[in-house]
C-alpha cells in the first residue's frame, strides 16, 4: 500500500477532524518509526502539528543509541520530542503504566488532545488470540479500539485496519527481544500465529471479525437495554439470567482497573441475587454495596474513607460534620440537652447502643430494623455527651435518647443541612 492510498483511508476516517496538536508515540521499531514520517509529511494535508513522545525503557544497549537517534531526527525535522526514563524493576504492566503516566503528563503541560499509537492488524489478531488464551469472557473479545477518550483528549490508532506488511518501510531499529519468546505476546506472534495459518492462512482475519461482530453485539445489546435500571434490584431481578449476566458485565466495564475473574464476577452475582443488605470487599479498594433498593460498586480508600473521624462541639459553638452544621447553644434548637458538656459528632463504633424508652437498643440493630442500606449506615452521625449517645442522624430520621421526666433541658443542638 503506498502512501495516497493510505492517506485516503485516513482522510475518509477523519481522525484528526477535532484535533490540531498530535502527540506520537514513537519507540523507534517499524511500526511507531512509519507512524511518525507518515504523519510528518502530511501534516499539512492532516491541518496537524505533531511532536514526539518517547519512552527509553533502559533494557538494551542499543536504548541510549535509539534515544539520540530520535532526538536528532526531531532536531532535524524542527517538531517538539518529549522523553521519559523507565528506572523500576520492568515488567510489561510497570513498562506500559509508566508509558500512560507520561503521555497524559505531557498532554496535560502542552496542550496536546490526541494521543496517536501505531497499533495495527497484526496486533489486534494478536490481542483477541491473546484474550482466548487467557480464558476472556466474550464482552472482553472487542479487541483494541481505532479511537477511544484518553485523558484530556483521545487515543486514535489510525494504522489499526492496515496488516503490518503494507505500512510504508522506512528505517528503523530492530528490537532483538521481539524474537524472544519470554513473553505471551512474543509466542503468539512468533509460534502460534504461524503455527495456525499453516492450517488456515485467514487465520487473522477470521479472529479480527470475530472482534468486529462481539463489539456490533454488544452495541446491539446495549441499544435494547438502555430503558433497563441495571442498579435498581427489583428491575435487575426481574430479568431472565442471560440478561442479567450481561447486564452486570457492562456494568462493570465503568471500572477499568477492576478487572474482575470469571469466580469473582460469579460472587457478585450471587450476592446481588440473594443477599438483601450486604457490602462485600472485591479486590484494588473496590466494594460490592448492596441494600434493599439498590446495588453499587464504590471505590473506597481506607484513608480517605475511614469512620474514626471524630470532632469536638463545645458549649457556644459550632462545627460542620458530614453534610451538617451543628450549632451548641441556648438558643432554639432541633435537639434539647441536659448538659452543657462537649460533645462528640461521629460515626458509629462497634457495640454501640442508645437508651429509647425503657431499654437501651444496639445502633446495628436499629439499622437493621430501619432497612438503612450500607451507605446510609456508613455516614449515619452520632453525638455522644458525657459518654452517653444523645442522638442519631442516619438516613433522614433522627433517634434520640429517652429522658426522664425530672431531666431539667438547660441547652440544644441547632442542626442545619449544608447547601450543596
Known amino acids: 500500500m503506498n502512501n495516497q492510498q493510505l492517506l485516503k483511508i485516513i482522510q475518509k476516517k477523519s481522525y484528526f477532524s477535532s484535533h490540531s496538536k498530535v502527540l506520537i508515540a514513537v519507540s523507534g521499531g517499524s511500526d511507531s518509526m512509519a507512524l511518525l514520517q507518515f504523519l510528518y509529511a502530511y501534516k499539512k494535508v492532516l491541518e496537524i502539528s505533531i511532536a514526539i513522545a518517547h519512552v527509553n525503557h533502559n533494557q538494551r544497549l542499543a536504548s541510549k543509541e535509539e534515544e539520540n537517534y530520535l532526538k536528532e531526527w526531531a532536531t532535524n525535522h524542527e517538531i517538539p520530542i518529549y522523553i521519559s526514563h523507565f528506572k523500576e524493576a520492568f515488567s510489561e504492566e510497570r513498562a506500559r503504566n509508566h508509558r500512560y503516566t507520561f503521555f497524559k503528563q505531557i498532554m496535560s503541560e502542552h496542550g496536546y488532545t490526541a494521543l496517536v499509537t501505531a497499533h495495527h492488524a497484526d496486533d489486534q489478531a494478536e490481542t483477541i488470540l491473546m484474550k482466548l488464551l487467557r480464558g476472556s469472557r466474550l464482552m472482553d473479545l472487542t479487541g483494541i479500539k481505532e479511537r477511544q477518550p484518553f485523558f484530556n483528549g483521545e487515543l ?28 505471551l505476546r512474543n509466542r503468539i506472534r512468533n509460534v502460534y500465529l504461524p503455527s495456525l495459518q499453516k492450517e488456515n ?36 431481578l426481574r430479568q431472565d439470567a442471560a440478561v442479567q449476566y450481561f447486564l452486570l458485565q457492562t456494568y462493570l466495564e465503568q471500572f477499568a482497573d477492576l478487572n474482575l475473574s470469571k469466580n469473582q464476577f460469579e460472587d457478585v452475582l450471587h450476592i446481588i441475587k440473594t443477599k438483601a443488605n450486604y457490602t462485600h470487599h472485591l479486590k484494588n479498594n473496590y466494594y460490592l454495596i448492596k441494600d434493599y433498593q439498590q446495588f453499587t460498586i464504590k471505590k473506597m480508600d481506607p484513608k480517605t474513607d475511614s469512620k474514626s473521624l471524630e470532632k469536638v462541639l463545645e458549649y457556644g459553638n ?13 438558643k432554639p434548637g432541633n435537639i434539647s440537652l441536659t448538659s452543657q458538656s462537649p460533645m462528640i459528632l461521629r460515626h458509629r463504633k462497634q457495640g454501640d447502643k442508645i437508651q429509647l424508652g425503657n431499654h437501651s437498643k444496639k445502633i446495628r440493630r436499629l439499622f437493621i430494623d430501619g432497612k438503612y442500606s450500607f451507605l446510609e449506615r456508613q455516614n449515619a452521625i452520632i453525638g455522644e455527651q458525657d459518654g452517653f449517645i444523645v442522638f442519631i442522624m442516619v438516613g433522614g430520621d433522627t433517634y434520640l435518647r429517652n429522658h426522664s421526666n425530672n431531666d431539667i433541658m438547660i441547652a440544644t443542638l441547632h442542626i442545619e443541612k449544608i447547601k450543596e
Not at 486514535?156 to 527481544?177: G, N
Not at 446495549?222 to 427489583?234: F, N, V
Request: proline residues 4%.
Open 156 to 183: 486514535i490508532r489510525p494504522f489499526l485496519t492496515i496488516k503490518k506488511k503494507d505500512l510504508p518501510q522506512v528505517f528503523h531499529f530492530e528490537d532483538a527481544s521481539n524474537n524472544e519468546n519470554t513473553f
Open 318 to 330: 459550632n462545627v460542620t460534620f458530614g453534610k451538617y452544621r451543628f450549632s451548641f447553644s441556648d
Open 201 to 236: 492462512p485467514q487465520i487473522s482475519h477470521h479472529l479480527i471479525e470475530t472482534a468486529r461482530e462481539v463489539n456490533l453485539l454488544k452495541q446491539a445489546l446495549q441499544s435494547l437495554t438502555k430503558d433497563i435500571s441495571t442498579q435498581d434490584c427489583q428491575v435487575f
